[in-house]
Nanobody, 124 residues
Framework: QVQLVESGGGLVLAGGSLRLSCAAS????????MGWFRQVPGKEREFVAA????????YYADSVKGRFTISRDNAKNTVYLQMNSLKPDDTAVYYC?????????????????WGQGTQVTVSS
């Protein structure tokens, strides 16, 4: 079992930055690929970014490529999402997720554990 707790959300002006953190506890974190997803009311939860278990590979949705950076610190059992040049369209609840295996995936169903989410609101 893996428990995930997100933090770092909030209200920011367009063009600003936020860094989300996801602290993991439970079974071994360093063996899990991790991902960030986001969801707005009435829409499906969508993939944002993913990172392999050792941090060697990352993947991003086209909508955030070049603006967001996913990283992890396995010594701290934490994964991060640095979000720069934020736009109003980035407004959503952001969820951290963990897979059992080490390889990244963009598919929501590949993730076994989810955090409770943190709200990000970007005002214009």
């Amino acid at each position: 079992q893996v428990q995930l707790v997100e933090s770092g959300g909030g209200l920011v002006l367009a063009g600003g930055s936020l860094r989300l953190s996801c602290a993991a506890s439970g079974r071994t974190f360093s063996g899990n690929a991790m991902g960030w997803f986001r969801q707005v009311p009435g829409k499906e939860r969508e993939f944002v970014a993913a990172i392999s278990s050792n941090g060697g590979r990352t993947y991003y949705a086209d909508s955030v490529k070049g603006r967001f950076t996913i990283s992890r610190d396995n010594a701290k059992n934490t994964v991060y999402l640095q979000m720069n040049s934020l736009k109003p369209d980035d407004t959503a609840v952001y969820y951290c997720a963990a897979q059992i295996g080490p390889f990244i995936s963009v598919v929501r169903g590949a993730y076994n554990y989810w955090g409770q989410g943190t709200q990000v609101t970007v005002s214009s």
